[in-house]
């Protein structure tokens, strides 16, 4: 009799070890197909079961073994849509897990010249496209609501990195960035701009100018106060990026690089052209840094009329509280250009 237990006892735990074998290579070894130590995968909202094994089965070896573990753990009947990561390596077991947690995006936009753009930007990173995200930015009820309008609305983004979920919707997108806008807007900052006689958004849109006048941040402060002072001695802003602006716009072509403002181009018919047009434009060029933003809030004490770009310190520019002296510098600007041959 112990003879025979023994040997039942033998083949029981050789079965029970072949079914901690089986039961290990299907649940637990690798079942991944593919030679980076990690992907993303995207599933659409909307998705069923049939829609998230077609997604996977180009990174998963045997389809069987995952569908196996999906029953068991009953992901079959609760599909999530999202951003999933998978990694070499995993097993069915964790491949089913990692469905289920939906990875944030960690969402950056900055420097873009026009909603449009923007939304191209935006949507390459999350769910919703670009479409849906224009039309969402534009809606006339949320525009009204909250003091916007179609060609001001860009200054509602703030340029920051900010975390979403890949499948947020449009709506959820844009009321998040309305709260971080409002957020920005501390009551020392509102404060600042009461104290300039601005909105916040009439603060983005000359900060927006000021950004494209100069990348150098001990120069924004300066530049700001220049604008500022030509407003409040009533004078045109007389600003060139907004007519490059203009005529960006005009081309519907933002690609291209205008490295030199033409006499011409100074007389093109655009709210944008403040050169004609007494004030700010509409509303902002770009995305303007917070440095940007802050620079206007806090510019710099000068009587500063004029600059224009240096020929001695190159990305920096020559200020002039005169005329006289202004063409003097621009003059040795434009010497400076012609004997490079630049043209445009």
Known sequence: M???????????????????????????????????????????????????????SPYVENMSGFEMMAGLRKYDENVKSGRFLLQKGMGNFKLVAAMRRNVPVKLAFNNQERLENLCVRISSQIEPDTTKLLATFRDSVFLKQNGFTKDNVIAMFIPNSYEFYWNVSAEKFRDKMLKEYQNFWTKERLQKAENLGMTPVQVITLASIVHKETVKKSERPVVAKVYLNRLEQGMPLQADPTVIYALKSRDNDFDQVIKRVLYDDLLISSPYNTYVNQGLPPGPIAMPDIDAIDAVLSPDDND????????EKFGYHEFASTYAQHQVNAKKYADWLNTTGTKR
């Open 2 to 56: 112990n003879k025979k237990l023994k040997t039942i006892l033998g083949i029981g735990t050789a079965l029970f070890l072949v079914v901690i074998a089986v039961v290990y290579v299907k649940f637990f070894s690798s079942n991944t197909k593919f030679s980076k130590e990690e992907l993303f995968v995207e599933v659409p909202t909307g998705s069923t079961y049939e829609d998230v094994k077609k997604i996977i």
């Open 304 to 311: 500063y009329i004029y600059f224009c770009a240096s020929v």
